[in-house]
Nanobody, 125 residues
Framework: VQLQASGGGLVPPGGSLRLSCAAS????????MGWFRQAPGKEREFVAA????????HYADTAKGRFNISRDNDKNMGYLRMNSLRPEDTAVYYC???????????????????WGQGTLVTVSS
């Protein structure tokens, strides 16, 4: 599967953005999807994940209560809605996927097999 992340941009503190991840090549419903981010000089870190059915979602502590991950398998799309953005949310955001039949997820970059190219989110006034 090929992944294309989009939707990043410049947003003031407290603002919102919705990132999108477009999947192609194989039915997106076969994959767990994750969002990760990487700030300058830092390692890539887990943000959120959603299982193939959409029934289970998981968030990093920094994302809980502010971010919402969702997906539309019929459209082969995944989303990350980000609210109450902070300057420390500034990073390149990546979507990732792994083909798994069960309701599994992981917060490890090593678990995912497919990655999008990233979209830059800058939170600044």
């Amino acid at each position: 599967v090929q992944l294309q992340a989009s939707g990043g941009g410049l947003v003031p503190p407290g603002g919102s953005l919705r990132l999108s991840c477009a999947a192609s090549g194989r039915p997106f419903g076969l994959y767990t999807m994750g969002w990760f981010r990487q700030a300058p000089g830092k390692e890539r870190e887990f943000v959120a994940a959603i299982t193939w059915s959409g029934a289970n979602t998981h968030y990093a502590d920094t994302a809980k209560g502010r971010f919402n991950i969702s997906r539309d398998n019929d459209k082969n799309m995944g989303y990350l809605r980000m609210n109450s953005l902070r300057p420390e949310d500034t990073a390149v955001y990546y979507c990732a996927a792994k083909n798994t039949p069960g309701e599994y997820y992981s917060g490890s970059t090593f678990w995912y097999d497919y990655w999008g190219q990233g979209t830059l989110v800058t939170v600044s006034s």
